[in-house]
Every structure is written in structure tokens, then in C-alpha cells.
């Protein structure tokens, strides 16, 4: 029964993942790039700081090694803000993993790879006791950053 139910928050999390690729096919550098006023942050940084914290909360709390740059997570993770603009490979490489990681998640939690978990209070007060429960708060955190970004689009394109 886990099983069945972990595998609609794997689905969920990488229908968020493929609408942040469209956003990333989509959308001109520029736009991607800009950080209207109110705004700490830009679409691209919303992008590659959700697909980064899925490592730090999955597999650093589960005690298993990243699956991605190390250099990636210390740029976009929790504490970071935009830092000059990303090459063309850098956008590439976000863009793929951005699904990839979720696969390779799914792949390792059928396989049992997940034996250890370190508990970790997140932002908002969602306490995270197993790795289902990071699992299942992806889905939550990836809607946030998705928010975030439908914001920015409205500003920018008005």
C-alpha cells in the first residue's frame, strides 16, 4: 500500500518538473533571468533551487550521496539568492536533471535504498520523520517554487 501511494507523489513531483522544463523551453534568458522589483529572485533560481533541495532532503538526510554536482547544491540551495547568469551547459544540465532526479529517486526507493533517515524540521514547519515524508513534502515545496514563479511571469510580461 506505501508503495502504491508513493508512487502518486512520484508522479506529482515530476508533473511539477516537466511544467519547470516547459517553463525553461519557453522562456527567453532574459525573462528567466530577471528579478523585478519585490523580488529576491528570478524563474531561473526558483527552477534550480527546487530541483536542488531534492537532493539535500532525500538522499544528504537519508546519508547517501548526491546524485548531481555537489557545486549545483552549495549554489541553489536554501540560503542562496541569484549569482551572475548561468551558461547555456549549466541550463542544459538543470533542465535534465530536473526529471532525471526524480526517476533515479523513484528507481532508489523501490530498490530499498532509503534505510536511514535524518529528521529536519523544514521553513514552514513541516517536521520530516521518514523519507516518505520528504518525498511527499517535494510535491509541496516544488508547488511553492511553482507559485513563485507564476508570480515573476506576471510581472515580467506586464
Do not use: C
Amino acid at each position: 500500500m506505501l508503495i502504491a501511494s508513493m508512487d502518486k507523489q512520484f508522479d506529482i513531483i515530476l508533473k511539477n518538473r516537466i511544467i519547470f522544463k516547459r517553463i525553461l523551453e519557453n522562456t527567453p534568458n532574459e525573462e528567466l533571468l530577471k528579478i523585478p522589483n519585490g523580488f529576491r529572485n528570478n524563474i531561473w533560481w526558483n527552477i534550480a533551487h527546487a530541483m536542488v533541495t531534492q537532493q539535500l532532503l532525500v538522499y544528504k538526510l537519508s546519508g547517501l550521496a548526491f546524485t548531481i554536482e555537489e557545486e549545483l547544491i552549495n549554489k541553489y540551495r536554501k540560503g542562496t539568492a541569484p549569482e551572475g547568469e548561468p551558461d547555456a551547459e549549466e541550463i542544459e544540465k538543470i533542465s535534465g536533471y530536473l526529471t532525471s532526479t526524480i526517476e533515479q529517486m523513484q528507481e532508489d526507493y523501490s530498490n530499498g535504498a532509503f534505510k536511514n533517515f535524518e529528521a529536519y524540521m523544514t521553513t514552514p514547519k513541516i517536521g520530516l520523520d521518514s523519507v516518505e515524508d520528504a518525498i511527499s513534502f517535494l510535491a509541496f515545496h516544488d508547488g511553492i517554487h511553482l507559485g513563485a514563479i507564476l508570480a515573476l511571469q506576471k510581472v515580467i510580461k506586464v
